[in-house]
């Protein structure tokens, strides 16, 4: 087999199920499907068998995935998170 072919076949191989990903994640599969559904996560979509579609789950793109939602507050100064402003009325608005 050529290098190329070798290189998609382990690709392929590496593809995860609904099952791998929820418990990755930490959630349920009724969860993965729901996300799946509205979008919010990727996979890919190898067609339909029997009436069922058939769905994996790339762990290079699911990590990704989760490195762009990661969320580190912001520290001031002494270690502290910042105070936001209390948002206060315009003046014009008033009127």
């Known amino acids: 087999m050529s290098q190329r ?11 995860k199920n609904v099952k791998w ?10 969860t993965i499907h729901q996300w799946v559904l509205e979008g919010h ?10 009436g069922r579609r058939i769905i994996r ?4 793109m699911i990590e990704a995935w989760l490195i762009e939602r990661r969320y580190a507050p912001v520290r001031g100064k002494e270690g502290k998170e910042p105070v936001k402003d209390e948002i206060k009325p315009n003046d014009q608005e008033m009127e």
């Open 5 to 15: 072919i070798e290189e998609k076949a382990d690709r392929r191989s590496s593809l």
């Open 57 to 60: 789950f790339d762990p290079e």
């Open 21 to 30: 990903v929820s418990h990755y994640l930490g959630v349920s599969r009724n």
């Open 41 to 50: 996560i990727p996979y890919i979509n190898l067609g339909v068998n029997g």
